[in-house]
């Protein structure tokens, strides 16, 4: 499973008590359990190993109090939620695939009823959408014209190992961008990722002190700049 909603109110009501590298651990296990679809195993050390986490110490730490230990693993009980919603959906879809297509418009109205599940049902994707499962790449709004806006995951994939706390800056990168509207000036911005390129090299210029009078406000809408003139 490759996409879930983030709340970002909910993720820092959560977590405003962590510490930076905390917080980036705990991201890791909750990203780690919904790509495996399955609880974190008992046997943490070869996880903590893949996912990079230095500090074993702050990750068992964090383990013990976001996750409950269980004979089959560690278990989270959102994530747990959301990926049975996620299955009931993929199993009705494969259903409806067997069928010939989706469901009839009365069946389809009934689903759009149904208590919120976190994830996008019929009513609320185009009808080119296909369920993201294993394997899958990230889709985009291809057909719009439009830039698909990336979430918080896809952001920090795009920073890691390519600057000092990844995490922070990608999240100061995403609540830029989501405060304006992803523009640059008064156009819509038409590529993220170039964006993330010219906020990484204006962030470690500004680091080496050569554009140490310039705010980190400006450095964004610099890089938002040079992104949309390389296009």
């Known amino acids: 499973m490759h996409y879930y909603k983030f709340n970002i109110a909910d993720w820092s009501l959560s977590t405003g008590h962590l510490d930076l590298e905390e917080e980036a651990i705990y991201f890791r296990l909750i990203n780690h359990y919904y790509d495996t679809q399955a609880p974190i195993p008992l046997e943490t050390d070869s996880v ?4 990079r986490l230095a500090s074993q110490e702050k990750a068992i730490s964090v383990l013990s109090e976001f996750f409950v230990k269980t004979d089959k693993g560690w278990k989270h009980n959102r994530c747990e939620k959301v990926l049975k919603e996620y299955r009931k959906t993929a199993k009705k879809n494969k259903v ?7 469901p009839s418009n009365r069946v389809a109205s009934s689903i759009t009823q149904t208590e919120p599940s976190g994830l996008p049902n019929e009513s609320q994707i ?10 899958h790449k990230p889709l985009t709004n291809i057909n719009t014209g439009r830039m698909a806006r990336p979430n918080l995951q896809q952001v920090c994939e795009e920073f890691d190992g390519k600057i ?11 609540n830029h ?8 000036g008064k156009n819509p911005m038409k590529s993220w990722k170039h964006a993330v390129t010219n906020w990484i090299t204006r962030s470690k210029s500004n680091a080496t002190g050569q554009s140490r009078y310039k705010t980190k406000s400006q450095l964004a809408d610099d890089a938002a700049i040079e992104a949309l003139r390389g296009l």
């Open 164 to 174: 000092a706390n990844s995490v922070n800056e990608a999240e100061s990168f995403l």
């Open 96 to 102: 409806n695939g067997a069928k010939g297509g989706r």
């Open 48 to 51: 903590f190993r893949r996912l």
């Open 126 to 135: 185009n009808p080119n959408y296909e369920l993201i499962t294993k394997n």
């Open 177 to 184: 961008y989501e405060s304006n509207g992803w523009k640059v």
